[in-house]
C-alpha cells in the first residue's frame, strides 16, 4: 500500500538526528541555485548563437524530457528515502558501487577549485568596478608616460586588462611565473566567504540561499529592462532565436544540447543527494525534480534574452563605428562636404563610387562592415564575462553601476553553486565520519576550506588561467557522464525498477507512471551511452591544444594555438580517469574482502570440524 511505511530494504535510518530544511521554499531555492550557475549566463547562450538560433531549442528540450529530469528524479528520490550522501547512498545501494560515490565527491572537490577561483576573478573585476572611468576603459600609459603600452593599442583595453593587469599571463603554459598577489587575496575572500556560509551545513546556506538565489533573477531583470531599451536589442534578439533547421544535420549541435542539460542541472556531482537527504520522507520528489528542471532552463532562455540584447547593442556600437570610419575615409578622399554622407546613403554611395571610381575606392581599404559579422563575434566561458560584455558595458551610460550589479550577479550566482559543490563533499565526510562525532561539524569544513584553498593557489599563478582551462575541460565532463550511467544502472537493473517504484509510492503517494519508467529502464541509459560514446570519439579527434595570449606572437592579437608538452598531457589523463578509477577499484576491494572472508570462513569450519574429531 502506497500511503503506509512498508519496510525499508535500502536499510536507511530515519535520520532523526539529520537536519532538516526550515522551509520547502528554502529547499527548492537551494536546489535552484547549485543547478542555476555561471554556465546558464555564458554557455546556453553561446550554444543557440552558434548551433542554429532557435532550431537548437528543439534537442534542448529533447535532452531535458529524456535525460535531464529523468535523472534528476532519481538523484533528490534516493538521497531524500536515504537520508545520506553520495558515498552512504551507493554503498548502500550495493557496496561495489560504493566507488560511484567517492568519484562523486573527488569531482566535487575538484571543481570546487576552479570554480571558486572564477569567483576570485569574478571579485577581482567587482572591487574594481567602484571607478570613474572603469580600468579597463583606457590604456595605461607607458614607463616614459610619453605614450600608451604598445600591447594593449595592439589589442583593446578591455583585453588588456584582462589578460595583462589581472591574470598577467605567462605566453607558455610551462613558464608558471610568479603568485599574482591581488588574485591569491582575493581567493582568500572567496574561500573565507564560503566557509562562513557553509560552516554549519544547511543551517546556515539555508539563510544565505535567500539573497543569493534571487538576487541574480532580480538583476537580470533590470539588465534586461535597460537591454531592451537600448539601440541594436532587437537585432541581437533576433540573431540569437531564428531558427537555422540545417544545423540539426549536426550531430555536434545534439551532443552539445544533451551536454548542457546534463551539466547545467549539476547531475552527478553529489549535491543534489545531499540536499535531498535533509527533506522529510515523505517529500513529493517528483514534483520537485521537474519543477527545478524546468525553472533551470527558463532562466537559461531569460538570461540569453538579456545578455544578448545588451551584445546587440554592442555590435550595433561596432558596427555604426566601421561605419563611420569608413564614411571618413571617402570624405577625405573625394573631399565632399561634411555630414554629406549618411549611414543609411552609405551603401548606394559606396555602389557609385566603385563604378565610377574603382581603384581610388580599392586603395582606401574600407573595412568590411556587416551587422551579421558583429553579431557573429560570439564568446562563451571567461570571454563573455571579462572580455565581450565588459566591454559593451563599457558604452552604457552610468557604466560603473552597470559594472557593479553585473558582476555582483555573477558572483551570488556562483556563490550559490559554490553551497551545492561544498555539500557534495563535506556530507559524504560527514557520513562516513572521518572525524570522531565530538568533533564540531566546522572544523571539518574549515578543514575542507582551507585543504580547498591551498589546492586552488596554484591558480593564482601568472599561468593559472591555463590550469583552469585544463581542470574545466577533463575533469568535468567525461567522469560525470560515466557516473550518471552507473547511477541509472546501480538504481534500476541492482537496487530493481520496482522496488524504486514502490519507494517513491511510499515517499509521495503515488506510482512513477509510464513516462518515468520508459525513461529509467531504457531511454535515458541509451541517450548517456550514445553521448559517452559520441564524446569519446570527439576527444579522440581533438587534439590536446590551448590558446596562448602571446604578444611576440607574429599574429598578436589572435591568441596563438599551442599543442600541451608531454607532462602536461599525462596530468590532462590523470584528471580525466583518476575520478573514475574509484569505480573498479572499490568494487575489486570489496570482492577481494569477501572472498577473504569466505575463506576465513570455511578455514573456521574446517577447523571446528577437525576440533570435532580430535584432529585440530
Known amino acids: ?86 558515498v552512504g547512498v551507493w554503498r548502500t545501494i550495493s557496496p561495489y558501487l560504493g566507488g560511484v560515490g567517492l568519484g562523486c565527491l573527488s569531482v566535487s572537490f575538484l571543481l570546487s577549485l576552479y570554480y571558486n577561483t572564477v569567483l576570485t576573478w569574478v571579485l577581482w573585476y567587482f572591487l574594481n568596478s567602484f571607478q570613474h572611468p572603469l580600468p579597463w576603459g583606457t590604456c595605461p600609459l607607458d614607463l616614459n608616460h610619453t605614450g600608451f603600452v604598445e600591447e594593449c593599442l595592439t589589442t583593446s583595453t578591455v583585453s588588456y586588462f584582462w589578460y595583462r593587469q589581472t591574470l598577467n599571463v605567462t605566453a607558455d603554459i610551462s613558464h608558471s611565473g610568479s603568485v599574482q598577489w591581488q588574485l591569491l587575496v582575493c581567493l582568500a575572500a572567496c574561500w573565507a566567504i564560503v566557509y562562513l556560509c557553509v560552516i554549519r551545513g544547511i543551517e546556515s546556506t539555508g539563510k544565505a540561499i535567500y539573497f543569493t538565489a534571487s538576487f541574480p533573477y532580480l538583476v537580470l531583470t533590470v539588465f534586461l529592462i535597460r537591454g531592451l531599451t537600448l539601440p541594436g536589442a532587437a537585432e541581437g534578439l533576433t540573431y540569437l532565436f531564428t531558427p537555422n533547421m540545417q544545423a540539426l544535420q549536426s550531430p555536434r549541435v545534439w551532443l552539445d544540447a544533451a551536454t548542457q542539460i546534463f551539466f547545467s542541472l549539476s547531475l552527478a556531482l553529489g549535491g543534489h543527494i545531499a540536499f535531498a537527504s535533509y527533506n522529510p520522507p515523505r517529500n513529493d520528489c517528483e514534483k520537485d525534480a521537474v519543477t527545478i528542471s524546468v525553472v533551470n532552463s527558463l532562466t537559461s532562455l531569460y538570461a540569453s534574452i538579456a545578455v544578448f540584447s545588451v551584445l546587440g547593442f554592442k555590435a550595433a556600437r561596432d558596427h555604426g563605428r566601421c561605419l563611420d570610419g569608413n564614411i571618413l575615409s571617402l570624405i577625405n578622399e573625394f573631399d565632399f562636404p561634411d555630414q554629406s554622407i549618411s549611414k543609411d546613403d552609405y551603401a548606394a554611395v559606396l555602389t557609385h563610387l566603385n563604378a565610377t571610381h574603382p581603384e581610388r575606392v580599392a586603395g582606401l581599404h574600407l573595412e568590411t562592415c556587416r551587422l551579421q559579422d558583429f553579431l557573429d563575434e560570439g564568446a562563451s566561458g571567461t570571454g563573455l564575462a571579462f572580455i565581450v560584455f565588459t566591454e559593451a558595458v563599457l558604452h552604457m551610460p552610468g557604466a560603473p553601476v552597470w559594472a557593479v550589479l553585473f558582476f555582483s550577479m555573477l558572483f551570488t550566482l556562483g556563490l550559490s553553486s559554490m553551497f551545492g559543490n561544498m555539500e557534495g563533499v563535506i556530507t559524504p565526510l560527514l557520513d562516513l565520519e572521518v572525524l570522531p562525532r565530538w568533533v564540531p561539524k566546522e572544523v571539518l569544513t574549515g578543514a575542507v576550506c582551507l585543504a580547498c584553498f591551498l589546492s586552488a593557489t596554484c591558480f593564482s599563478l601568472q599561468s593559472g588561467n591555463y590550469w583552469l582551462e585544463v581542470f574545466d575541460s577533463h575533469i568535468v565532463s567525461l567522469n560525470l557522464i560515466i557516473f550518471a550511467f552507473f547511477e541509472v544502472v546501480g538504481i534500476i537493473y541492482i537496487y530493481g525498477l520496482d522496488q524504486f517504484c514502490e519507494d517513491i509510492a511510499w515517499m509521495t503517494g503515488r506510482r512513477p507512471g509510464l513516462y518515468w519508467r520508459v525513461s529509467w529502464k531504457v531511454v535515458s541509459p541509451l541517450l548517456l551511452l550514445t553521448i559517452l560514446v559520441a564524446y569519446i570519439a570527439l576527444l579522440a579527434r581533438t587534439p590536446m591544444s590551448y590558446r596562448a595570449w602571446n604578444p611576440q606572437y607574429e599574429q598578436f592579437p589572435l591568441r596563438q594555438e599551442k599543442s600541451y608538452p608531454g607532462w602536461v598531457q599525462v596530468i590532462c589523463v590523470l584528471l580525466s580517469f583518476l575520478p573514475i578509477l574509484w569505480v573498479p577499484g572499490v568494487a575489486l576491494a570489496q570482492l577481494l574482502t569477501r572472498r577473504r572472508r569466505k575463506q576465513e570462513a570455511t578455514q573456521q569450519d574446517t577447523c571446528l570440524k577437525l576440533q570435532d574429531s580430535g584432529v585440530c
Request: proline share 8%.
Open 1 to 86: 500500500m502506497a500511503g503506509a511505511p512498508g519496510p525499508d530494504p535500502l536499510g536507511g535510518g530515519s535520520g532523526d538526528d539529520r537536519p532538516q530544511w526550515d522551509s520547502k521554499l528554502q529547499y527548492i531555492l537551494s536546489c535552484v541555485g547549485f543547478a542555476v550557475g555561471l554556465g546558464n549566463l555564458w554557455r546556453f547562450p553561446y550554444l543557440c548563437q552558434s548551433h542554429g538560433g532557435g532550431a537548437f531549442l528543439i534537442p534542448y528540450f529533447i535532452a531535458l524530457a529524456f535525460e535531464g529530469i529523468p535523472l534528476f528524479h532519481i538523484e533528490l528520490a534516493i538521497g531524500q528515502r536515504l537520508r545520506r550522501g553520495s
